[in-house]
């Protein structure tokens, strides 16, 4: 028998993600692949490139934004139901799945932090989008932009590699195992 | 015997500051009173100023023949400072002074030809940028010299130059108004 068709919930149940998780997941990872897509383009611009100044004020401003997004995400994860794993799930599943989300939060968080130390190394803050500033708090340590750079960087690529086997994952439950792991983060059980 | 080797001493003791006094004065320079700065055109619209922080190095002075004087310095390219962490980062990199590959910059004095006044004049060195050597010529002046208040002498000089990036092989291309680095040399050393 089919469930008739309602309006999704806001809020996670132990059968599935409501429409809050959904919404920050899918915000948060086209936010995560775009930032790393104009991140890395916009190092190798040219100097008199049209994109040359707002390209790295864009990717701070929406770096920001996803540090705030994901500070939003983890608290409703941690003050909501987080839905069951599916009975199919096995152990290593559970297991893997479990290490590589705690993975991809707490590699996300790093790397927003150590790009936001780049642009703060000599205690300039940082406009978001021009409407306001978040200021700095460390900064002038000795290396400080060089060392937090090379942090940024490969703890970006980092995410995506966590990125990918998390979106590979997702797929083979959608397509090999025929259950039901994607479509509930896609809103429909 | 003992009165006799007093007299000995006394003798070297008062001939040592003479054999140097014949020799090049050597002065460390004190780099918290010494500036290595640059400045070059944003644009055509307006000048950037920055600095290398850390250096080190050592000014010979001939007193009788002041042609004869002699600098060599090394700088840490790292230490680039433009007030401004992210261009700084940017400077560091392959594009400007790829400072992993070339973490030191040096120059070292080969000529000095003196004004008549005896006290500007310039001076020619090899600098070493970018693990490029080339002959650059410096305009130098002596700014003062002088005891200091803490049982010190010190001698103070200025100097300028203008490099062209592409000859030291930098990357990046700022533009027609940016191609020119003027250097701006500010130096102080202490007498050993």
């Known amino acids: 028998m089919r469930e008739v068709a309602k309006v999704l919930a806001w809020k996670n149940d132990a059968g599935g993600w409501g429409r809050a998780s959904i919404l920050l997941h899918w915000l948060s990872a086209l936010l995560v692949i775009g930032l790393f897509v104009v991140g890395n383009w916009m190092t190798g611009l040219a100097y008199t490139d049209q994109w040359y100044v707002t390209a790295p004020f864009l990717h701070k401003s929406f770096g920001l934004t996803l540090f705030l997004i994901m500070l939003v995400r983890v608290l409703w994860r941690i003050g909501s139901v987080t839905p069951n794993p599916l009975p199919s799930h096995s152990r290593f599943e559970r297991t893997a799945a479990r290490l590589a989300h705690v993975g991809l939060y707490v590699l996300l968080f790093a790397t927003m932090i150590s790009g936001y130390l780049i642009s703060t190394a000599d205690g300039r803050a940082i406009s978001v989008f021009g409407l306001f500033e978040v200021p700095a708090t460390i900064s002038g340590l000795p290396g400080q932009e060089d060392i937090a750079g090379d942090f940024h960087y490969y703890l970006a690529v980092a995410v995506m590699v966590l990125a990918a086997l998390h979106a590979l994952a997702a797929l083979k439950h959608h397509f090999v195992d025929r259950d039901s792991t994607l479509r509930r983060m896609l809103g429909c059980r | ?192």
Not at chain 2, 72 to 79: G, L, M, P, Q
């Open chain 2, 1 to 192: 015997m003992k009165a006799r080797f007093f007299c000995i001493m006394a003798a070297v003791a008062m001939a040592v500051p003479g054999l140097a006094m014949a020799e090049a004065e050597s002065y460390e320079i004190d780099t918290s009173h010494s500036f290595i700065q640059f400045r070059i055109q944003h644009l055509g619209y307006s000048w950037l100023y920055g600095a290398f922080n850390t250096f080190d190095g050592m000014f010979q002075l001939d007193r009788d023949n002041p042609e004869n004087s002699s600098i060599e310095v090394k700088i840490d390219t790292a230490s680039v400072d433009s007030n401004h962490a992210e261009r700084d980062k940017h400077l560091r990199d392959d594009d400007f002074l790829e400072v992993e590959v070339y973490p030191e910059a040096s120059f070292t004095s080969t000529s000095l030809l003196l004004n008549e006044d005896g006290r500007s004049g310039v001076m020619t060195g090899d600098l070493t940028l970018r693990g490029v050597t080339k002959s650059i010529e410096i305009d130098v002046s002596m700014v003062g010299e002088g005891d200091d208040p803490w049982g010190g002498y010190r001698a103070g000089f200025e100097g300028s130059t203008v490099l062209t990036l592409k000859d030291f092989n930098v990357k990046q291309d700022l533009g027609p108004a940016s191609a020119q680095v003027e250097m701006i040399l500010s130096i102080e050393g202490i007498r050993q």
